[in-house]
Each structure stands twice: as structure tokens, then as C-alpha cells.
């Protein structure tokens, strides 16, 4: 299978990125999953359930080039 994808530089340059990225964001989900399901498992504290979320969700973030 092939697939071409076009973009209109400047405008679509977000698209770009977010498309460049896709893989990074899907490995960030599934890993973000396995935190908060270890955490639950174990009675973890909601608090810092969220905490690590959002930590990792920034670290994500800042790896795919959003700031």
C-alpha cells in the first residue's frame, strides 16, 4: 500500500508536524495506558495518578515539538 500525503506550506505546517508525529503520540497513549492501569492496579492514589499523566503527556508533547 502507498500513500501520499500533501500539504500547502505555510499553512498546513501543523498538519505536517502532527502527521510526522503520529507514531510518537500513539506510543505515548499506550504508554500513558499501562501507567494509569499499574497505578490503579495497585490502589494508586488519583492525585498522582493525574500527576503522572500529565507529566508524561507534556514530556510527549515537548517529543513530538509541541510546546
Request: net charge negative; hydrophobic share 40%; aromatic share 8%.
Given at each position: 500500500?502507498?500513500?501520499?500525503?500533501?500539504?500547502?506550506?505555510?499553512?498546513?505546517?501543523?498538519?505536517l508536524?502532527?502527521?510526522?508525529?503520529?507514531e510518537?503520540?500513539?506510543?505515548?497513549?499506550?504508554?500513558?495506558?499501562?501507567?494509569?492501569?499499574?497505578?490503579?492496579?495497585?490502589?494508586?492514589?488519583?492525585?498522582?495518578?493525574?500527576e503522572?499523566?500529565?507529566?508524561?503527556?507534556?514530556?510527549?508533547?515537548?517529543?513530538?515539538?509541541?510546546?
Open positions: 500500500m502507498k500513500a501520499v500525503l500533501e500539504f500547502t506550506y505555510p499553512e498546513d505546517q501543523d498538519k508536524r502532527w502527521a510526522l508525529s503520529g510518537k503520540a500513539i506510543i505515548a497513549l499506550h504508554d500513558i495506558q499501562q501507567e494509569v492501569r499499574k497505578h490503579f492496579k495497585y490502589d494508586a492514589e488519583p492525585i498522582a495518578v493525574l503522572r499523566v500529565r507529566s508524561m503527556t507534556d514530556e510527549a508533547l515537548n517529543e513530538c515539538g509541541e510546546e
